[in-house]
């Protein structure tokens, strides 16, 4: 995505947000804005009926690939967004954003029907409209520059990424990223996935690693495993704390300045565990305590 487009991105989502009446309404009102965009929820996917509707290649691919990964469609000429009902509700406000993103993006509009499934959902998708819908999601979700001046008001780290997820009324995993994506401190966060379950053998995958820009130009990236073992603390924290989150984390790793100490916050929501990574004296405190 261009920079170009990505401000043109911000213009429509900030256009909207106002004209909807949306603009600093917390939890950000989904609905308000799907409205005001003249579409309508239709209710929940069943691919096979719609394949006898629209008779679509989608729908049969989608069909021939297996049904439980599918989570919105877009039918654009009929104003219509299909949801898969199942997923999570903090997922369903995305998706219903980036489907609304899809039908308000001028540039898109050639395209009349749009499947969204976990791969164009997630953040690693290649592909340029997915990513674009993504990113109106995202920055509608979290209200332009409004996300930032809230971060403002409370010091680095996990208890405020909870606080700004209920403000905004997000998943902690769009919270997460956004934050540090955004962030002028220099973190950074690891998302793991398929966790062992608590008391058994210590063990998790990589699923995603994201950076602030300050992180990146002080320590670069960090080379992540594709597994991860016992060695690691926050893989222990998940198999054996009775709590579901830790705030007093410590770490050493590998970085382009050598091995360096950093603190961490570890969190699990029960489909992730989310590891938020910055150097030792990076958080500054603030008025305003968070107590979880």
Known sequence: MTLHSKKDIENISFEILKASKSLDVFPTPIDNI??????????????????KKYKSFLFTDALKSGLSKIRGFLDRSEKLIYLDMEQRS???????????????????????????DDETLDADTQEEFEIEANYFASVTLFQNDRFENEVKKYELGMPSVMLLSNHFGASAHATF????????????????????????V???????????SSFLS?????????????KWEFIKDHCFLRKKWKTNGKITLKTLNGNVEFNYHYFDNTFNAFVLIFPKGESKPTRNKIII
């Open 202 to 212: 210590p063990k998790g995958e990589f699923r995603n690693a994201f950076h602030s």
């Open 90 to 116: 903090s997922r369903l406000g995305f998706v219903k954003l980036h489907e609304t993103g899809h039908n308000v993006l001028p540039w898109q509009s050639k395209i009349i029907e749009f499947l969204d």
């Open 177 to 200: 990223r956004w934050y540090v994506e955004n962030s002028k401190f220099r973190c950074s966060l690891l998302v793991l996935q398929n966790l062992s379950p608590k008391g058994k």
């Open 34 to 51: 799907v409205n005001h965009s003249e579409l309508i929820i239709a209710g929940g996917i069943d691919l096979k009926s719609l394949e």
């Open 218 to 230: 002080t320590f670069g990236t960090i080379d992540w495993p594709e597994n991860f073992g016992y």
